[in-house]
């Protein structure tokens, strides 16, 4: 015969009710945990401190004796003076004066005269001189003159070299280039020739033109005519 169990008896018909329970426990231990109040205990470990007036000493002010100066002796009485007669003669000294009578000559020494030797300014560089050498016909500023002293020179040299020179002295066909460096004296003129070229006949061509250039105003260094060295290099191409 089976037994049955009264269903009132079982337990787990309860089970939600008892997690109520559970729950509304906690929380009620937890909120008096979190209400009680405690207090630190004081502990006096030093006992109870006694305070006692400041006794407040008088420091009497002294003062710094000064040293007694040692009084100097009195001055030595003076030496008596004794009064002597003066019988000795006194020589009268003669002073002659420096001045010279119109009547008398005077001696002068010969003066030499000192030939002043005239300052020699060496030539000065184009790139740092103060004022070029201008170009006939060329006005403006400093850099206008020296375009124009340029452009003028060179002009000059293209119009009167021998452009047929080249070909007829059969040179291999290139670029060639003639270098000519001539000095701009302190009077404006053309001087001190120099030329290097392929063939010296063209040497000779580039010194003959050069010396074809005309007069110019020299250029001036602090105001002073200078010489300057000028170097003009001539191309032309050999077909």
Same mark, same amino acid.
């Given at each position: 015969?089976?037994?049955?169990?009264?269903?009132?008896?079982?337990?787990?018909?309860?089970?939600?009710?008892?997690?109520?329970?559970? @729950?509304? @426990?906690?929380?009620?231990? +937890?909120?008096?945990?979190?209400? !009680?109040?405690?207090?630190?205990?004081?502990?006096?470990?030093?006992?109870?401190?006694?305070?006692?007036?400041?006794?407040?000493?008088? *420091?009497?002010?002294? =003062? /710094?004796?000064?040293?007694?100066?040692?009084?100097?002796?009195?001055?030595?009485?003076?030496?008596?003076?004794?009064?002597?007669?003066?019988?000795?003669?006194?020589?009268? +000294?003669?002073? $002659?004066? +420096?001045?010279?009578? $119109?009547?008398?000559?005077?001696?002068?020494? =010969? *003066?030499? %005269?000192? %030939?002043?030797?005239?300052?020699?300014?060496?030539?000065?560089?184009?790139?740092?001189?103060? $004022?070029?050498?201008?170009?006939?016909?060329?006005?403006?500023?400093?850099?206008?003159?020296?375009?124009? @002293?340029?452009?003028?020179?060179?002009? &000059?040299?293209?119009?009167?070299?021998?452009?047929?020179?080249?070909?007829?002295?059969?040179?291999?066909?290139?670029?060639?280039?003639?270098?000519?460096?001539? /000095?701009?004296?302190?009077?404006?003129?053309?001087?001190?020739?120099?030329?290097?070229?392929? &063939?010296?006949?063209?040497?000779?061509?580039?010194?003959?033109?050069?010396?074809?250039?005309?007069?110019? +105003?020299?250029?001036?260094?602090?105001?002073?005519?200078?010489?300057?060295?000028?170097?003009?290099?001539?191309?032309? !191409?050999?077909?």
């Amino acid at each position: 015969m089976e037994i049955k169990k009264n269903p009132k008896s079982n337990l787990e018909n309860y089970s939600k009710l008892f997690i109520q329970l559970g @729950l509304v @426990l906690a929380l009620f231990i +937890t909120y008096v945990a979190m209400e !009680n109040k405690t207090y630190d205990k004081a502990v006096d470990a030093f006992g109870d401190a006694v305070m006692q007036d400041v006794i407040e000493e008088d *420091i009497p002010i002294t =003062e /710094r004796p000064e040293p007694v100066k040692p009084k100097s002796p009195p001055p030595p009485a003076p030496e008596k003076i004794e009064v002597v007669e003066d019988e000795k003669e006194v020589e009268e +000294t003669v002073i $002659e004066t +420096t001045e010279t009578d $119109e009547t008398e000559a005077v001696e002068v020494e =010969e *003066i030499e %005269e000192v %030939e002043e030797v005239e300052e020699v300014v060496e030539d000065v560089p184009f790139a740092i001189i103060e $004022e070029v050498p201008i170009f006939p016909g060329c006005t403006g500023t400093k850099k206008q003159k020296t375009d124009c @002293l340029n452009k003028k020179i060179k002009s &000059h040299v293209v119009k009167r070299f021998d452009k047929d020179l080249a070909g007829e002295l059969g040179l291999s066909p290139g670029k060639k280039r003639i270098w000519v460096v001539f /000095r701009i004296d302190p009077k404006g003129n053309i001087t001190d020739i120099q030329a290097k070229a392929p &063939h010296p006949r063209l040497k000779k061509e580039a010194i003959r033109v050069a010396k074809t250039l005309p007069k110019m +105003t020299p250029g001036k260094q602090r105001g002073v005519p200078v010489g300057m060295k000028y170097t003009l290099p001539i191309g032309f !191409n050999v077909e």
